[in-house]
């Protein structure tokens, strides 16, 4: 069984600056893939980035990257130069490599203050 | 083009009713799923498919069935609503062989039974 965990509920940020969200996983599987997405108040569910347990560097994708620490088991979200369209909640997920199943974590709700 | 597409997006309806969501992805994606999404926020996992046969079944009341009549189509239907079932469905799809995609999610239905 696989388990994500979010601890932060909700975040502030300034305009502009850097925000990292904490994403740390459980699994007895030796390969997985680690996502992360985002759903902003209109409810839809966007896919953002996405790291594999035995990929070599950590993910970027414009202005998010992922900090993959794979002994400490974390998987934290960078989301730099944050925009007011960035406010929303992020979920973390994960799925072994055989494993169809997505789990989410509880999701942090981010907000970006002008 | 709507990639994963649900109707309705809104149901209200009653204890006891019975409902049915239905799901079309246009993709060409061989696995499709259903999450229920409550008022916490928290994404869970309800039934997934791989073409056309049913590979995940979680822990849900057998009020919920699940049918894919071909691999683009994942319907949701709901006997004998209860107020527990308010929450939002998600649908969504995957390749299998696919993996670092991840997951591509349709809009989201809100249920409220009253």
């Known amino acids: 069984a696989q388990k994500i965990t979010q601890t932060q509920p909700g975040m502030f940020v300034q305009e502009k600056e850097a925000v990292t969200l904490d994403c740390t996983y459980d699994t007895s599987d030796p390969s997985y893939g680690l996502f992360w997405y985002k759903q902003p108040s209109s409810g839809e569910m966007i896919f953002l980035i996405y790291?594999?347990?035995?990929?070599?560097q950590n993910a970027t994708e414009g202005r998010y990257s992922l900090n993959f620490q794979k002994a400490r088991k974390s998987a934290n979200l960078v989301i730099s130069a944050s925009q007011l369209g960035d406010s929303a909640m992020y979920f973390c997920?994960?799925?072994?490599?055989?494993?169809?199943?997505?789990?989410f974590g509880a999701g942090t709700t981010v907000t970006v203050r002008a | 083009d709507t990639a994963v597409s649900q109707t309705p997006k809104y149901l209200v309806t009653q204890m006891g009713n019975d409902k049915s969501i239905k799901c079309e992805q246009n993709?060409?994606?061989?696995?499709m799923y259903w999450y229920k999404q409550d008022s916490k926020k928290f994404l869970k996992i309800m039934f997934s498919y791989n073409n056309k046969e049913l590979i995940i079944n979680e822990t849900v009341p057998n009020r919920f069935s699940p049918k894919s009549p071909d691999k683009a189509h994942l319907n949701l239907h709901i006997n004998s609503l209860e107020l527990g079932d308010s929450a939002v469905y998600f649908c969504?799809?995957?390749?299998?062989?696919?993996?670092?995609?991840?997951?591509?999610f349709g809009s989201g239905t809100r249920l409220t039974v009253v």
């Open positions: 997920a994960m799925r072994g490599i055989n494993d169809y199943k997505l789990s």
């Open positions: 790291q594999g347990s035995y990929d070599q």
């Open positions: 969504a799809s995957s390749q299998s062989d696919r993996g670092r995609d991840g997951y591509t």
């Open positions: 993709l060409g994606h061989d696995t």
